[in-house]
């Protein structure tokens, strides 16, 4: 694997979807991991280690909620992984819930097309990224 790719995550049930994502992304030269549920992608998040994570809320075995709280609760994890939360559940005591839970962003995926998502992605990343550089020089 290319180490200037950055590494996304995209936890997603819908086939269409991943595609659609996995083809913007790997197009922006990112490196693409797909994973069907939010049990499957806390193994994945384990082992593949991503700079993001794009996570769907409503999905079989394990949904978005419950992934985020797995994943905070996993301690074999050692770094900050960003996670956006990307859904077509708009009511605002869900994007609360997302948030409260470790989501950093909560977008609804109809206002977003592919590579509209890579640079939403992206900008995100690079002020993460920023945001990280500044607390450690401040260490």
């Not at 806390?42 to 797995?70: H, Q, R, S, T």
């Not at 994943?71 to 074999?76: C, G, M, V, Y």
């Not at 900050?80 to 559940?89: E, K």
Request: hydrophobic residues 40%; glycine residues 4%.
């Amino acid at each position: 694997m290319d180490k200037s790719k950055r590494r996304i995550l995209i936890i997603e049930d819908n086939e269409d979807i991943q595609q659609l994502y996995r083809y913007a992304f790997e197009e922006s030269n990112y490196d693409v991991k797909i994973s069907s549920n939010g049990l499957a992608g806390i193994n994945d998040a384990v082992e593949y280690l991503p700079d993001i994570i794009l996570l769907d809320i409503m999905m079989p075995e394990m949904n978005g909620f419950e992934f985020l709280e797995a994943l905070t609760n996993n301690t074999s994890i050692k770094k900050r992984i960003p996670i956006i939360v990307l859904s077509n559940l708009t009511q605002e005591h869900e994007k609360e819930k997302a948030l409260q839970n470790g989501a950093d962003l909560y977008l609804i995926k109809s206002d977003y097309e592919g590579l509209d998502l890579v640079a939403r992605v992206n900008k995100f990343l690079d002020n993460f990224k920023a945001s990280e550089d500044d607390a450690n020089d401040k260490e």
